[in-house]
């Protein structure tokens, strides 16, 4: 999830997850924004489809200022080939990606996995 203030009066909370579509089933990156009332989250947009054929998506915190604010962001996302390749084959989780989970999938799709830092720079 990502909070941040989009105007002096305005607090969005953004979530990000991986879900099922169908008509080929594949998966999919999702977001939800819900808005900050002064009391409660409520939610303003549910379901919003951010990019097809992705299995898996990551973000975490690796670094902070003195203020606990994020200073560094490391981002990995696991695509998928649309179409079937041939040979059925096991892709796994590597060592490097981040998440303290692991995935594997067994079947005749191709995936990569991409990775990255983000320097989050003149937040205030």
Do not use: C
Request: glycine share 4%.
């Amino acid at each position: 999830e990502i909070i941040y203030d989009r105007e002096l009066n305005e607090r969005l909370q953004v979530v990000y997850y991986v879900q099922t579509r169908s008509n080929p089933e594949r998966n999919a990156l999702y977001q939800d924004v819900n808005q900050w009332d002064g009391v409660n989250w409520f939610n303003v947009s549910t379901g919003n489809l951010v990019a097809d054929y992705i299995d898996d998506f990551h973000a975490e915190i690796t670094a902070t200022a003195s203020d606990n604010r994020a200073q560094m962001v490391d981002v990995n996302v696991v695509v998928r080939s649309r179409e079937a390749g041939g040979e059925v084959n096991t892709t796994q989780k590597a060592d490097y990606d981040i998440g303290n989970y692991n995935w594997s999938f067994t079947d005749p799709f191709y995936r990569q996995s991409f990775s990255t830092s983000v320097l989050v720079r003149n937040v205030r």
